[in-house]
């Protein structure tokens, strides 16, 4: 029975770590800058946002589109994957709340807005 208990340990702790490798870097950095990075830091890392604005109680958001194209075949691609992350600041400008939603558009490869597309899965 313990050798049982171990290789279920081994084996859920190789499944937290491979999702952990294919976690998006900005994710990543986001989780780390979450109650601590200003605007102005989160500018300087991931660059000017694609929208801003301010939620209904009148914090500053912004929004970021990621997208990445889905090869297909050598002459054809399979459409194009765009992230979505919204990034929610306190009155002083210090990020407090974000969220990732991705999305995949089948065959369209330049898409207005990513939630256009079919919601997955966000990695």
Known sequence: ???????????????????????????????SAQGQATQAEIRQHMGPPWRMGSTPAGEPQWVYEVREEDPGSRWTSNGLWCDEYVLTFDPQGVLRRWTHRS????????????????????V
């Open 1 to 31: 029975m313990t050798l049982l208990r171990q290789s279920a340990w081994i084996g859920v702790l190789l499944v937290v770590s491979g999702c952990a490798v294919f976690e998006a870097k900005e994710s990543r950095y986001l989780r």
């Open 103 to 122: 999305f995949f558009h089948g065959g369209e490869l330049m898409p207005d807005r990513c939630e256009s597309g079919v919601q997955k899965p966000a």
